[in-house]
């Protein structure tokens, strides 16, 4: 008699967990081209966020953030939702996270419908976070330089009436950007499913979100869909490898559409790269 209404509790408690505990994903990784100087760098990856909240003015994630001593952190698209945009939230955040290390930018497609997107532009700046918009950095340490890039989602493009797919327009910036010569190169790109062409120009490691993990994860198959891949989408979590290049696709934090995660909870990523052979 009792049996159901238990049964279902449990479920909903178990949803409800799975939603708002946050997942610490220590991510060893080893990049041949990384300098010696760069060994053991740590980068905290923050992606999807879709201005969700990890208790008040996001302590519990600021937190997580804190404890994983980053070196870099980075912000790899959909920070906000287009739909319930919170921009004092988000910025504020930001703000919080630029101060335990430098912060670095890239909009998602989120970002790409927002028309408060030059507010929230100006504020990340205001902040201290680099907006990387298709542009790429040094990061200099010890006498050695990694170049460090990052492309606005290809909404930008389309919003703006610029002929080409997604994969053509992503291939020209980086034709564009990436160094002729460069000892090893980090790509923030919020696109995962163009991995195809980060590989084909060589990068060593690209941060990427926007699968949200496949929303709904089953055992041995993975995430059930995801967007611009659709169902069982092959890019939905984790390192893949393809030639020289190595992706990390995070489940990210935040929900959109869908406004549950079932058997996959909100990620933090922390990769720890080592100088390889």
């Not at 519990?60 to 698209?77: C, D, E, N, W, Y």
Request: charged share 15%; hydrophobic share 45%; net charge positive.
């Amino acid at each position: 008699m009792f049996f159901l209404p238990l049964l279902l509790l449990s479920l909903l408690l178990w949803v409800l967990w799975g939603n708002r505990t946050l997942l610490i994903h220590e991510i060893p990784l080893s990049l041949p081209g990384l300098p010696l100087a760069f060994d053991g760098m740590r980068i905290a990856q923050v992606s999807d966020l879709h201005n969700a909240s990890f208790g008040k003015e996001n302590r519990r994630l600021l937190q997580a953030l804190s404890q994983a001593k980053p070196h870099l952190i980075v912000l790899t698209g959909d920070l906000v939702d287009s739909r319930h945009t919170n921009l004092p939230r988000a910025l504020a955040f930001a703000a919080r996270a630029a101060e335990l290390a430098p912060t670095y930018f890239v909009p998602g497609n989120h970002e790409a419908r927002l028309p408060q997107y030059p507010a929230l532009k100006s504020g990340l700046k205001d902040a201290g976070v680099v907006v990387l918009e298709d542009r790429s950095v040094p990061l200099c340490r010890d006498g050695e330089t990694i170049t460090l890039l990052g492309l606005a989602d290809p909404s930008f493009d389309k919003k703006r009436g610029l002929p080409g797919s997604p994969a053509e327009l992503v291939s020209a910036k980086l034709r564009r950007l990436l160094p002729a010569a460069a000892p090893c190169t980090i790509l923030l790109s919020h696109r995962p499913e163009l991995m195809g062409v980060y590989a084909a120009h060589a990068v060593d490691l690209v941060f990427s979100g926007h699968t949200h993990g496949g929303q709904v994860r089953l055992p041995l198959l993975g995430g059930v869909i995801a967007p611009s891949q659709g169902l069982f989408p092959f890019y939905d979590a984790g390192v893949y490898v393809q030639g020289t290049t190595r992706l990390i696709v995070s489940r990210g934090l935040g929900n959109s559409i869908a406004p549950i995660r079932l058997n996959n909870r909100p990620e933090l990523v922390v990769a720890r790269l080592s100088a390889g052979q």
